[in-house]
Nanobody, 124 residues
Framework: QVQLVESGGRLVQAGDSLRLTCAYS????????MGWFRQAPGKEREFVAI????????YYQDSVKGRFTISRDNAKNTVYLEMNTLKPEDTAVYYC?????????????????WGQGTQVTVSS
């Protein structure tokens, strides 16, 4: 059984930095493609960043390119989202997700497991 637990979300000011952590429990973390997604109030959940199993490939939503960095530590069963120069429009619940196969996709329904989310609020 796979479980994902996000942490690190909090209230920050515009321009601040924050690191989110997603702790994975279950079999063979290194075999999963991992992603971060977010959902702002009144909006649909959207893709933020994806990292391949071996960390060679990373993919970002255009609005976060150059500000966010996704990484993973397969020895610690953990994936991170480093967020810099935060903006009020980054305010959302951030979710971690895991996908069993290697195909990179931003399609939410393709992800097999989801965490409960962590709230990030950026004040102006």
């Amino acid at each position: 059984q796979v479980q994902l637990v996000e942490s690190g979300g909090r209230l920050v000011q515009a321009g601040d930095s924050l690191r989110l952590t997603c702790a994975y429990s279950g079999p063979t973390f290194s075999s999963y493609l991992m992603g971060w997604f977010r959902q702002a109030p009144g909006k649909e959940r959207e893709f933020v960043a994806i990292i391949t199993r071996n960390s060679i490939g990373t993919y970002y939503q255009d609005s976060v390119k150059g500000r966010f960095t996704i990484s993973r530590d397969n020895a610690k069963n953990t994936v991170y989202l480093e967020m810099n120069t935060l903006k009020p429009e980054d305010t959302a619940v951030y979710y971690c997700a895991a996908k069993r196969d290697v195909l990179v996709t931003t399609k939410l329904s393709s992800y097999d497991y989801w965490g409960q989310g962590t709230q990030v609020t950026v004040s102006s």
